[in-house]
């Protein structure tokens, strides 16, 4: 006999959750109501009704094939039985928090499928709450965003949007007044919790792709609601196009060379890895949690590639940071990638294990010793002494400061700007560029934010193959060879009357032109 019976609004049907106890066991169980008839389906009205669902909804009937099979079979033993999911648990308590926990989301597939004409009369009639409508959609929600923003947009919709709107249906927005009144809440908890211009860019891309999906799926009365996407406010701050346009992207050839004749000398070997690392495209939080042990080599025929898996990352402030894995949020997925050494780089990284060993260190402890370990200083450096570091060192090289200019109380004041770490990192991207790497290239090298037109471009981050073309690109450059490049002259003839192909190979970049004599068109 039921303890307990309830009837839940499940996906636009009814979802019946009863909990007694059975031979002693205290026991939950869930059945699907049929609309038409108020009671629970039968094995074999269920497996008919979902039949006729996927002849009308095939693209929705993909998602729930294995369980249609499950259904089939129990029709076919058990036709007249009522169909229902059970779990036990120690009590009744636990009988119903475990069925919310596992057999709600099984229920919810079918649901999805048995119940979509009633969901989108629903819909078209703006019944549902917002909450409904976002656990309706699920992950689908933002099924256009990269995997990398999808996270993003989650949190701006749960922490910003649903504490606002959760608890309105869908027709109470349908105003412009009412739409306004709830963007102005939204706009005060945004003000309240001195959110910044990510969260707010965040929350305002989550709010247009929540109401253009409810538009999308029926009720496009929610227009007003969409128009009022803009009015999101932004953080005030100061026009820094003028400063901006001021800083140099990157160094130039002579300051390049300047700053790498200072890190030949031996005092700044440990300084010379970081410079090495950072052009590799890894960042100083990734250099402060990632150990010797993590670094791999790919034999190639006559060379070796050196990469570094990034699987982990410091965050926090100075000496309360903390390294956070792939299974803390803290980890960005656009972080997790393989680094590829500049053969100059390998070469420093090799120097510097040579010298660790030198100082006594077996390899037992180099492998668990971080990337920012100092031999001068015996410790490991933060983020920030690395930083600082690389300020003192773009100073030794006379890396001149740059003068800002603003006013202020009408008057113009000038503003010193240092070289700091910022520029050495822009210098690292534009070298990566002068080698030829594209933009997914270089968002695989430095872990930058993915782009959604490119999301294919990123789904061989971690293989060998991408990591060894990347490589035959870095190449290129060698911060150690000459300043001017050897420039050769060759002189070809075409002694025949037809057309000939000529072939230039060479294991660098080469930058090619002819230059035709004009008494003889055959050169």
Not at 200 to 209: I, P, S
């Amino acid at each position: 006999m039921a303890h307990s019976k309830h009837d839940i609004p499940f996906y636009g049907g009814t979802l019946r959750h009863l909990t007694y106890t059975k031979k002693g066991i205290p026991t939950a169980e869930c059945n699907l109501i049929d609309p038409n008839t108020t009671c629970p389906y039968t094995n074999a009205e269920l497996y008919k009704a979902l039949l006729r669902r996927s002849n009308e909804r095939p693209a929705l009937a993909t998602a729930v094939v294995h369980e249609i099979r499950e259904i089939a079979k129990k029709a076919v033993r058990n036709p007249n039985a009522k169909f229902k999911q059970q779990c036990s648990g120690k009590t009744e308590a636990d009988a119903d928090k475990l069925a919310k926990k596992e057999l709600y989301p099984r229920l919810a597939l079918i649901a999805k499928l048995l119940y979509r004409p009633i969901w989108e009369s629903l819909v078209a009639a703006g019944r549902p709450t917002i909450a409904d409508f976002v656990e309706y959609m699920g992950d689908d929600l933002f099924r256009t965003a990269t995997p990398g923003d999808r996270p993003n947009l989650m949190s701006a919709l749960h922490t910003t949007i649903l504490p606002v709107i959760k608890e309105k249906r869908l027709d109470e927005l349908a105003t412009e007044e009412q739409a306004k009144k709830e963007k102005d809440k939204i706009n005060r908890l945004l003000k309240k919790t001195h959110a910044k211009d990510t969260k707010r860019r965040n929350t305002k891309r989550a709010y247009t792709e929540l109401f253009r999906t409810i538009v999308e799926s029926g009720f496009a009365e929610c227009k007003s609601a969409l128009e009022l996407a803009d009015a999101i406010e932004m953080t005030k701050q100061q026009n820094r196009k003028l400063s901006n346009s001021i800083f140099p992207g990157h160094l130039d050839d002579s300051q390049r060379c300047a700053l790498f004749t200072l890190l030949s000398d031996q005092a700044y070997c440990h300084e010379q890895l970081i410079v090495a690392l950072v052009y590799s495209g890894l960042d100083l939080r990734e250099i402060a949690a990632l150990t010797y042990g993590d670094i791999d080599q790919l034999t190639l025929c006559n060379e070796i590639c050196v990469t570094i898996t990034v699987e982990k990352i410091v965050y926090g402030q100075n000496t309360d940071a903390t390294v956070a894995g792939l299974n803390n949020e803290n980890m960005p997925v656009k972080r997790l990638r393989k680094v590829v050494l500049y053969p100059w780089a390998a070469d420093i990284l090799r120097q510097y294990v040579e010298r660790l060993q030198e100082e006594g260190y077996s390899f037992a402890q180099i492998e668990k010793m971080r990337l920012s370990y100092s031999i001068l200083r015996k410790e490991s450096l933060a983020p920030f002494q690395m930083e600082a570091a690389i300020k003192q060192l773009l100073r030794e090289a006379e890396i001149p400061s740059i003068s800002i200019p603003h006013t202020r109380d009408g008057k113009t004041e000038m503003t010193i700007k240092e070289p700091s770490y910022s520029l050495l990192y822009l210098d690292a991207q534009y070298v990566a560029g002068l080698c030829g790497a594209n933009l997914p290239m270089l968002h695989a090298m430095f872990g930058m934010a993915w782009t959604e037109m490119d999301e294919e471009s990123y789904l061989d981050l971690l293989g060998n193959q991408y990591a060894v073309a990347r490589y035959l690109h870095l190449k290129r450059f060698s911060p150690y060879e000459p300043a001017l490049l050897k420039r050769r002259v060759l002189l070809v003839r075409n002694s025949t009357r037809e057309l000939q192909n000529f072939r230039i190979s060479s294991h660098c970049a080469i930058s090619a032109r002819w230059r035709e004599k004009h008494d003889d068109k055959n050169h």
